[in-house]
């Protein structure tokens, strides 16, 4: 199994809402990645986990908040977002058996969110 | 600091032309330069990646990169593209740790 895959498709929920994306691997990589893509823009790091643990967290506001239940499974809980947190979520995995540097991140399809 | 400069933001092709998508890059660590391609409606998936070594990256469907220390380049290039081609492709530097820099991206479209 070589490819990551991310659940649901597409989401539309209220500012009230709370909703979860969930991004799934199993190619026994270690390191765990949420981006934030927006309309012809380059993803934006949001969170990264090594080895189950928060690595890097871009000062993202807490209406986000991630979870890395074990190392194949990723989280991403939702609540109270805002209109302007519409965007495509992209999730991505790399193993850590080698120097950061080449570590390929392999991506899942994305979760297009839509806050209305 | 690193940064990436994709200096064409679309470049349309007649499908079987040749194409080159432009990157420039600088980097304060060591370089390692990738380009990702995206689909329509799809995630990112890696073409090529130069870490070390020969400065001609081949890649996958068809593509190729070179490396340009002097110019500080990783300009990507395939010979005869086809329609399929068409998407957004992405150069990217590895900014240390987990981080990689994103390009602005280059749409590519391809005409019949």
């Known amino acids: 199994d070589t490819e990551v895959t991310q659940t649901p498709k597409h989401l539309v929920m209220g500012m009230t809402n709370k909703k979860s994306l969930k991004c799934e691997q199993h190619m026994g990589h270690r390191a765990m990645y949420w981006y934030k893509q927006k309309a012809k823009k380059p993803p934006e790091l949001m969170f990264v986990y090594s080895y189950e643990k928060l690595s890097i967290n871009e000062s993202v506001p807490s209406r986000f908040s991630p979870e890395c239940p074990n190392s194949s499974l990723l989280n991403l809980h939702l609540h109270a977002l805002q209109p302007e947190d519409s965007a495509l979520y992209l999730c991505a995995s790399s193993p850590l058996d080698r120097t950061e540097a080449n570590n390929e991140q392999f991506f899942g399809p994305g979760t297009r969110l839509t806050v209305l | 600091a690193q940064s990436v400069t994709q200096l064409d933001s679309q470049v349309p092709v007649f499908e079987e032309a040749p194409v080159e998508l432009r990157c420039n890059y600088s980097s304060s660590v060591s370089v390692y330069l990738f380009w990702y391609v995206q689909y329509p409606n799809q995630g990112l998936q890696l073409l090529l990646k130069?870490?070390?070594?020969?400065?001609l990256v081949k890649g996958i469907n068809g593509f190729e990169a070179e490396f340009n220390k002097s110019q500080t380049s990783f300009h990507l290039r395939k010979p005869s593209v086809h329609i399929s081609d068409t998407a957004e492709y992405f150069c990217a530097v590895w900014a240390g740790g987990f981080k990689t820099i994103f390009g602005a991206g280059t749409r590519l479209f391809v005409k019949a």
């Open positions: 130069y870490l070390s070594g020969s400065t």
